[in-house]
């Protein structure tokens, strides 16, 4: 051979995937600027001044046009989720994964399947399947996130672990199965994040781990989106992602558990106080950290753990209406008579209030935890449980007292 290299004047197509994964690692990891600098000048040789780019693809998660990475750029045309061009061709339609699951002599698991992998809305085409979670189902024959333990989640993680108590609150009515009703930017930019709730919905849905339930627009207003979680695999992985935030942090919150259910007050002070020193910090880890922020951020991100440790044996709510207020959480068990199969005893409902420490009323946290329990008393949070026909006697009352890292527990 000559050793000259052949050509064939031909300019280029570009396929880029996942243009955005970069900067979502460089987010969480605190080097978001840097990359979107470096990107810039990377994808504006790529894509705009490059002489031999015929045409290119990209994918990604976010929209391009304001995060300037892409400024100027001529003949561009963007495709969201929202969008009906090319909706039936981002994943697999019902039709094809009931016809394969037929074809493998599964078709009597078509209710199982959609409830694990259907969800998935695109434009007006509704009933979208993740296409690597249907293939690894065909293959294994069983049911796992397949789709979700492919990605790290870091993003995600962070948005509700660091994010404000209304985030949180949020994520306690999703994964009830509640339905959240909110405004959708498309147009996300990262450093939004840190202050926009709707930039955060936003970003989970172009992410899909939230589907489209319903979409409203009022004769003067924005449209209103109504968000679930997208299926019964991304709820798994919230749950595990949400069970790790205090399993990776402290052995103690098992420990913490059994006390709250057996009552044990001296226990649940020693636990709560080590798993809350070491969580604070990895709940306030936001842009400014504050330490009058970190009671009510925690305190969120604990019912979470508890709604996902619980969520078997208690029907687990948090800041509803009860008698004359809101209670802050109320776990109320699902066989409060016991199981005479398991032979278990009957289980008593709990209501928890959180108060922070206020010096100007209260010279000690056993001050601030007599004020949590005479709220629970003269509000009568215990109404929707008595209405019920629960036992006065069968419910347990208890005050969490926080002053700065430190907490009491009383009852």
Same mark, same amino acid.
């Given at each position: 051979?000559? @050793?000259?290299?052949?050509?064939?004047?031909?300019?280029?197509?570009?396929?880029?995937?996942?243009?955005?994964?970069?900067? =979502?690692?460089?987010?969480?990891? @605190?080097?978001?600027?840097?990359?979107?600098?470096?990107?810039?000048?990377?994808? %504006?040789?790529?894509?705009?001044?490059?002489?031999?780019?015929?045409?290119?693809?990209?994918?990604?998660?976010?929209?391009?046009?304001?995060?300037?990475?892409?400024?100027?750029? %001529?003949?561009? #045309?963007?495709?969201?989720?929202?969008?009906?061009?090319?909706?039936?061709?981002?994943?697999?339609?019902? =039709?094809?994964?009931?016809?394969?699951?037929?074809?493998? @002599?599964?078709?009597? !698991?078509? #209710?199982?399947?959609?409830? +694990?992998?259907?969800?998935?809305?695109?434009?007006? &085409?509704?009933?979208?399947?993740?296409? +690597?979670?249907?293939?690894?189902?065909?293959? %294994?024959? @069983?049911?796992?996130?397949?789709?979700? %333990?492919?990605?790290?989640?870091?993003?995600?993680?962070? $948005?509700?672990?660091?994010?404000?108590?209304?985030?949180?609150?949020?994520?306690? *009515? *999703?994964?009830?199965?509640?339905?959240?009703?909110?405004?959708?930017?498309? &147009?996300?930019?990262?450093? &939004?994040?840190?202050?926009? =709730?709707?930039?955060?919905?936003?970003?989970?849905?172009?992410?899909?781990?939230?589907?489209?339930?319903?979409?409203?627009?009022?004769?003067?207003?924005?449209?209103?989106?109504?968000?679930? $979680?997208?299926?019964?695999?991304?709820?798994?992985?919230?749950?595990?992602?949400?069970?790790? +935030?205090? !399993?990776?942090?402290?052995?103690?919150?098992?420990?913490?558990?059994?006390?709250? *259910? *057996?009552?044990?007050?001296?226990?649940?002070?020693?636990?709560?106080?080590?798993?809350?020193?070491?969580?604070?910090?990895?709940?306030?880890?936001?842009?400014?950290?504050?330490?009058?922020?970190?009671?009510?951020?925690?305190?969120?991100?604990?019912?979470?753990?508890?709604?996902?440790?619980?969520?078997?044996?208690?029907?687990?709510?948090?800041?509803?209406?009860?008698?004359?207020?809101?209670?802050?959480?109320?776990?109320?068990?699902?066989?409060?008579?016991?199981?005479?199969?398991?032979?278990?005893?009957? !289980?008593?409902?709990?209501?928890?209030?959180?108060?922070?420490?206020?010096?100007?009323?209260?010279?000690?946290?056993?001050?601030?935890? =007599?004020?949590?329990?005479?709220?629970?008393?003269?509000?009568?949070?215990?109404?929707?449980?008595?209405?019920?026909?629960?036992?006065?006697?069968?419910?347990?009352?208890?005050?969490?007292?926080?002053?700065?890292?430190?907490?009491?527990?009383?009852?």
């Amino acid at each position: 051979m000559s @050793g000259r290299r052949k050509g064939y004047a031909k300019k280029v197509i570009l396929l880029l995937d996942e243009y955005d994964t970069p900067m =979502q690692e460089a987010y969480v990891h @605190g080097y978001w600027r840097e990359v979107v600098e470096f990107l810039r000048s990377l994808f %504006n040789a790529s894509f705009k001044t490059n002489p031999y780019l015929e045409r290119a693809i990209m994918t990604g998660i976010t929209r391009v046009s304001k995060e300037s990475i892409f400024s100027d750029l %001529n003949n561009l #045309e963007v495709v969201t989720a929202t969008s009906d061009l090319y909706a039936d061709s981002f994943g697999f339609t019902e =039709q094809e994964v009931f016809a394969a699951l037929d074809e493998y @002599g599964m078709g009597d !698991r078509q #209710e199982e399947v959609k409830n +694990w992998y259907d969800g998935f809305t695109f434009g007006r &085409q509704r009933d979208i399947y993740n296409p +690597w979670s249907i293939l690894n189902y065909l293959k %294994n024959g @069983g049911f796992a996130a397949y789709w979700a %333990n492919t990605s790290s989640n870091s993003l995600v993680g962070k $948005l509700i672990r660091e994010g404000s108590p209304d985030i949180k609150m949020t994520m306690e *009515l *999703l994964l009830g199965d509640g339905i959240l009703y909110t405004e959708i930017d498309e &147009q996300i930019v990262f450093d &939004q994040l840190d202050y926009s =709730q709707s930039a955060v919905w936003s970003l989970l849905l172009a992410s899909g781990y939230l589907r489209v339930e319903s979409c409203e627009r009022p004769p003067y207003g924005s449209w209103k989106y109504g968000l679930k $979680l997208t299926n019964r695999e991304v709820k798994l992985m919230f749950e595990r992602m949400i069970d790790g +935030w205090f !399993r990776d942090y402290t052995p103690h919150y098992n420990t913490f558990i059994k006390a709250l *259910l *057996l009552g044990d007050l001296d226990a649940m002070n020693l636990y709560m106080n080590r798993v809350a020193l070491a969580t604070f910090s990895s709940f306030d880890a936001g842009v400014k950290p504050s330490e009058e922020a970190e009671p009510e951020r925690f305190y969120h991100g604990f019912v979470l753990g508890l709604m996902v440790d619980l969520a078997d044996r208690y029907s687990i709510t948090s800041n509803r209406e009860s008698g004359f207020g809101r209670y802050d959480v109320l776990l109320e068990p699902r066989n409060p008579a016991g199981d005479a199969v398991s032979n278990t005893c009957g !289980r008593d409902a709990i209501i928890i209030e959180f108060k922070v420490n206020n010096p100007r009323k209260e010279k000690s946290l056993e001050d601030t935890v =007599q004020a949590a329990l005479q709220q629970i008393e003269e509000k009568g949070y215990d109404a929707a449980l008595l209405e019920k026909g629960f036992p006065a006697e069968r419910i347990q009352k208890y005050g969490f007292a926080f002053r700065g890292k430190q907490v009491l527990i009383g009852g």
